[in-house]
């Protein structure tokens, strides 16, 4: 009975120590009372002690190799296996050695390919496979209104809305809501005031999500005490990881919050995904969460309540998260929210006609946007993978034919096939194993490239990391390379028959007439691939330098901008202007300002706001009405931008209220709206309304590109500050130096100012322009290394099969030397057949091409798809390539020596 | 040749040594050396079949033991039966790793880790 199960374990031991002493174990183990827990924990130890026997066993044959002890003497199997494999490794080195080329190219090409794939699968194991952060996260789901009517299937929630299904639904285990916006909060210290970005949530969402404090505790279920959780980044930002935070109140709103706990530092919540349409900022990352007060002042503050104290039904501004119960399926949870939406909408048809429910795993809600893109990606990578793992096996092949003789005289001395393919498959493990090294290498690279380099709503990436199961899949990608590449040639020199190869070097045995088919449309496959890619990366790099040398239509150097918000206490316009006056003369007085201005929108860095607008010369109906973007300059705005003014004036400090109000239009709004006309002195009035002064157009400025460096400038119009004093504007400073350093001068005189004027988002317009372009830079990377991968293996490909029927043609070729051929004609001979593969790779190429640069004809900028210098050039390149690679192959034909060569004829 | 040094094997496993005070007494089969291991040592020391002939396998290879060819007593016995006993230079090695102990023991008592001072 516990026979089997004993020599089961036994299996773990080297064969030697099972034969020496495995009757005398099975002995003393059956002699033994052992109860059938007990059984099972010896035969546990007795398993893992055969594991470490075996790796004792190998590290002493490592390292005492002649001083073997005698229980695996010689004779013994165990130590025929590890010699045969040292033989067999010390001969792949002594070639490695001695073919420095070939075993360079070879582990690199493995490398690139082992190194890309787990680099990507990184990414998308970081992004798709991780869990979330949450306990049991396979279970959660976010729940939205479904807006029937608009087709706005993942629409925000109204409160009220979200308490019902929080009661009436049957199939959750707890259901909990927040805001799906982030809030721009003003923090009040005793140094001044600053911005903290916050969510509002329910105050059981930590508890249902399953994940606790990592300092204090989260809110408790039901609190609606003036509380906050800080998140672990805010926490070391802002309080430098201070582990008394816990207790400590801040100043929000006007009064005490306590602080009662830090989140855990992989705690994130919510993702991107899962926040509505809508929002105040564009920031994403949460400083702190507050529980939702659903009475009291908070709740007012919130607008939660409507004007007779009930909760809001109409307004939907809030997500919800829930989880599912055990073995109930996501679609029984969507059918029971539907239940409930339909009865809200007979219960309440005045709010809620038109509006069903959306049920989506919340991994899906976070990361779902991008899965197609990673699969893509992956499933491209590993094509490419193949494709450097077919390479290289052909590489390998052309060698094994080349040390045919030294297989055949193996063969002849004895080794059986099994031998010589073993010695062969040992080969190619350990050039997978180096280039799996490499690889890794490569793998972090491309990992820090690549997530230096993603824009900021790839959701995740900084999730990304290396962990067990990137290291699984980098080992067993190197492993499964190795046999691929290996298999072959094992295979085919395998059946070498020693008597036909010694006895003359016939051939015919391995390149047999499908194979070499094969092998051409091989090298046609990749030089057509390579011809695609590159062709892409090639347009989007074009795109890409053009884009980057559009002219913004202001200079972007030496300018930091930033945005604050005035305090609450200037209310009237007179306080506002005497502040400004104020502040931009202190700005100005600054060591190293240039020039100080403002605006309400700043370039590539805002949303912009558009007006409808009367010309006086030209009445329209109000529906026909065009539309202007509509901007404030303030003091020396077009000064501090570099934009120029082209025609009449700039504004005057003299452009007062009591003025007549005056406007500056871009050249767009002159060319689009005065065509026949002159502009200046024409008059404007903003807006629909009927009655009110007429504004006069006293300049044209430069057009300049507002909602991104590919954007077309549309008309645009600007009043002057003094005349409409703004509240939360955008400053521009012009500074003589680096303008990254002026920040904390400015901060510093800001404080000196007022230190409850928060500046936030404070950034040079280098950095804005440089992030306007990082969604192009990124998938101009990701191309460009595909295409730099592709010409690489393409490189290869045809150096490896060109190699391989020079091998094969070594007799030919020394036929045909002897009969008089000169040797530049059998180079020629060698590169015309190289670039006829190349040639027809190219043509299939081109046709691939096309369609793929009309499909990526929304990315690419400032050029045709067809750009002709591409579409020339890329060719091009590519044919040269396919012919360099033959060289060398072609320059070992010319060396044959045809006395060798016939020798065994 | 080399003269032979008993303090190139020192210091012995415990297990190597408790095999090795098992067999002063005479040859001894393997779960004989067990049994006897738990009976000195009262049960604190419990050897597992795995570490046992693990480590008879290194006291063999070093040749501190050898196997005996034929058994002392085939009355009661089946044919697996592998009787061990101690080589000149396993009593060589166990002598000297017994002074090494007592070095210890004499160290310890001297600085009042034991009772019993000696010195």
């Known amino acids: 009975m516990k026979r089997p199960w004993f020599w089961l374990a036994l299996l773990a031991y080297p064969r030697a120590f099972r034969r020496r002493f495995g009757a005398e174990m099975y002995d003393d183990f059956r002699r033994r009372p052992l109860g059938a827990s007990e059984t099972m924990r010896t035969l546990a130890t007795l398993a893992l002690n055969g594991l470490a026997e075996r790796w004792s066993a190998v590290v002493r044959w490592s390292w005492f190799s002649t001083s073997t002890p005698h229980l695996y003497e010689p004779s013994g199997r165990h130590h025929m296996f590890f010699d045969t494999l040292r033989a067999d490794v010390r001969h792949t080195l002594r070639l490695a050695v001695k073919t420095p080329v070939f075993t360079t190219l070879t582990i690199l090409a493995l490398a690139l390919g082992i190194g890309a794939t787990t680099a990507i699968f990184a990414v998308t194991n970081g992004v798709l496979l991780r869990s979330l952060p949450y306990r049991d996260d396979a279970r959660l789901v976010n729940v939205w209104s479904n807006n029937t009517a608009e087709n706005r299937p993942r629409n925000p929630i109204s409160p009220a809305n979200f308490l019902d299904f929080q009661k009436m639904n049957t199939t959750l285990e707890g259901l909990e809501g927040y805001f799906s916006i982030v809030t721009p909060t003003q923090l009040t210290t005793d140094s001044g005031t600053e911005v903290v970005f916050e969510l509002f949530v329910t105050s059981n969402l930590f508890n249902m999500l399953g994940r606790s404090a990592a300092l204090g505790r989260t809110f408790a279920a039901g609190e609606q005490a003036q509380v906050v959780v800080l998140s672990d980044g805010y926490w070391r930002r802002r309080f430098g990881a201070d582990p008394g935070i816990v207790g400590r109140s801040l100043n929000l709103y006007g009064t005490a919050f306590q602080v009662i706990g830090v989140m855990p530092r992989d705690f994130v919540f919510p993702y991107p995904g899962m926040l509505g349409p809508s929002g105040f900022t564009r920031v994403t990352g949460i400083d702190i969460w507050m529980p939702i007060a659903f009475s009291g002042p908070m709740a007012a503050m919130s607008r939660m309540l409507t004007t007779s104290g009930e909760i809001v039904r109409t307004a939907h501004w809030w997500g919800a998260i829930g989880r599912v119960k055990p073995g109930v399926s996501v679609e029984q949870v969507e059918a029971d929210m539907k239940r409930i939406a339909a009865q809200l909408e007979q219960a309440y048809p005045d709010s809620n006609k038109g509006w069903s429910a959306t049920v989506v795993r919340s991994i899906d809600q976070s990361v779902g946007a991008i899965r197609p893109a990673l699969m893509i990606l992956l499933a491209g990578i590993a094509f490419v993978l193949i494709m450097a793992s077919v390479n290289v096996a052909n590489l390998l092949l052309a060698r094994s034919i080349a040390r045919e003789k030294e297989l055949a005289t193996r063969a002849a001395l004895g080794a059986r096939r099994s031998r010589i393919a073993r010695q062969l498959l040992t080969e190619s493990l350990l050039l997978a194993l180096a280039a799996g090294v490499v690889g890794l290498l490569v793998m972090w690279w491309t990992l820090t490239a690549l997530i230096a380099f993603a824009p900021a709503d790839i959701p995740r990436i900084n999730e990304v990391t290396i962990d067990w199961r990137v290291l699984l899949a980098a080992s067993f990608t190197t492993i499964l390379t190795g046999l691929l590449v290996g298999v072959l040639p094992a295979m085919s020199s395998a059946t070498v028959n020693p008597h036909a190869s010694l006895q003359d070097a016939s051939r015919g045995s391995i390149g047999s007439g499908l194979r070499r088919r094969t092998r051409a449309a091989l090298v046609i496959a990749e030089v057509a691939l390579a011809v695609a890619i590159t062709t892409g990366a090639v347009l989007l790099l074009r795109s890409f330098l053009s884009v980057t040398n559009v002219d913004p239509g202001f200079v972007t150097t030496g300018v930091l901008t930033w945005q604050m918000n005035l305090p609450q206490h200037l209310t009237n316009t007179d306080d506002r202007l005497a502040f400004y006056r104020d502040f931009f003369a202190r700005m100005e007085a600054l060591p190293g300002v240039v020039s100080v201005g403002g605006t309400t929108r700043v370039p590539l860095g805002s949303t912009s706001v558009s007006t409808s607008l009367q010309r006086e010369s030209v009445p329209l109906p109000t529906a026909e009405l065009p539309e202007v973007q509509f901007r404030r300059a303030m003091h020396n705005y077009f000064q501090a931008m570099g934009i120029p003014i082209r025609r009449g004036r700039g504004f005057e400090p003299t452009d007062v209220r009591t003025a007549p109000p005056v406007a500056v239009i871009n050249e767009t709004m002159a060319r689009k709206l005065f065509a026949t006309q002159d502009p200046i002195g024409q008059h404007i009035r903003i807006g629909s309304a009927l009655t009110g002064p007429w504004t006069t157009i006293v300049g044209v400025i430069g057009d300049v590109r507002h909602g991104g460096l590919e954007e077309e400038p549309q008309p645009e119009m600007y009043i002057n500050y003094l005349q409409g004093p703004p509240v939360s504007p955008f400053i521009v400073m012009r500074t003589a130096g680096d303008p990254a350093l002026m920040a904390e001068t400015v901060r510093a005189e800001m404080r000196r100012i007022d230190k409850n004027i928060p500046l936030f988002d404070v950034r040079t317009m280098s950095t804005l322009r440089s992030e306007a372009v990082s969604t192009r830079r990124f998938i101009l990377l990701i191309v460009a290394a595909f295409g730099v991968l592709s010409l690489g293996l393409a490189a290869i490909g045809v150096y490896g099969v060109m190699s391989l029927i020079v091998s094969e043609r070594t007799r030919e070729v020394g036929v045909r030397l002897a009969l008089g051929a000169k040797p530049s004609q059998l180079l020629a001979m060698i590169v015309r057949q190289a670039a006829t593969l190349g040639a027809i790779g190219v043509a299939i190429g081109l046709l691939v091409a096309l369609p793929l640069a009309l499909l990526i004809h929304g990315q690419l900028y400032g050029i045709e798809s067809l750009d002709p210098a591409t579409f020339v050039s890329v060719p091009a390149v590519l044919l040269l390539i396919s012919t360099l690679a033959a060289l060398m192959p072609a320059r070992k034909a010319m060396r044959i020596d045809p006395v060798e060569a016939l020798r065994l004829e | ?64 033991i050898e196997e005996l060819n034929d058994a002392p007593d085939r009355k009661n016995d089946d044919e697996r039966r592998r009787y061990y006993r101690l080589t000149t230079i396993g009593i060589a090695v166990a002598k000297a790793e017994a002074t090494r102990l007592e070095g210890l023991l004499v160290a310890a008592r001297s600085r009042r880790l034991l009772k019993g001072v000696r010195t």
């Open chain 2, 1 to 64: 040749m080399d003269r032979f040094k008993p303090e190139a094997f020192l210091p012995l496993t415990p297990v190597a040594f408790e095999i090795l005070l098992a067999l002063a007494d005479g040859e001894r089969h393997g779960y004989s050396i067990l049994q006897e291991v738990e009976l000195r040592s009262a049960g604190t020391v419990s050897l597992h079949a795995g570490t046992l002939y693990r480590a008879l396998a290194r006291l063999l290879e070093s040749e501190l």
